[in-house]
């Protein structure tokens, strides 16, 4: 798929901008700080979000780290922003709308990276994962959080296509995905929140 026939589903961001916080991000919680935790991060460390929606996953980052923040969706950092602004946040945070399939950032330009119910949002999730094994250096860790089951099951077939037009996501295979991107999965752990299948995959750059 060319970048210019990718279609990117962020338009129904706009609706879910002014709730995401008080109706979806709750559901979120665990997974986005076992995510940081899991980095073992060190003072001055450069990490990479990709997909940070309202930034309510940075409220976990310790000070003692840098963060460039993205998403394709700008109501969505509006309110990230505004997060920033009322100093939610402890650690040095820089947000840019970006398309997470074309990243703007230098071959091995940091430590680790961390994406969040994002990589089955994308048009094309490997595009997406590529991408983030570039720009993370050799030996540092990709951490990746999602609704994920083994199987879609005949419900999970029936409901991927809407799923994709709510913008919720469809259904990938996360283990095929991190092998296909030449990544060694270290652990996979059941975030034990109310979200159903929600787990983290943490995986190291070779």
């Known amino acids: 798929m060319t970048e210019d026939n990718r279609k990117h589903r962020h338009g129904i961001y706009k609706l879910y901008a002014p709730i995401y916080d008080r109706f979806m991000a709750p559901s979120f919680a665990e997974g986005h700080s076992k995510m940081y935790a899991a980095l073992n991060l060190k003072k001055d460390d450069h990490i990479l979000e990709v997909g940070v929606g309202t930034g309510i996953s940075l409220t976990h980052v310790p000070e003692f780290v840098k963060v460039d923040a993205i998403d394709y969706s700008e109501p969505m950092l509006v309110k990230a922003r505004k997060r920033q602004e009322k100093g939610d946040f402890v650690a040095e945070i820089n947000f840019q ?55 879609k099951g005949i419900i999970g077939t029936l409901w991927n296509p809407f799923r994709k037009r709510l913008g919720l996501g469809k259904h990938v295979d996360f283990k095929d995905l991190i092998k296909k991107c030449n990544l060694e999965l270290l652990n996979e752990e059941r975030v034990n929140n109310f979200t159903t299948h929600t787990r983290m995959l943490v995986c190291k750059n070779p």
């Open 97 to 151: 709308q970006m398309d997470a399939h074309v990243l703007e950032f230098d071959t091995d330009s940091f430590d680790h990276c961390v994406v969040a119910h994002t990589l089955a949002v994308v048009a094309e999730p490997e595009v997406v994962l590529r991408e983030i094994v570039r720009v993370t250096k050799p030996s540092g860790l990709i951490a990746i959080v999602n609704h994920y089951k083994d199987k």
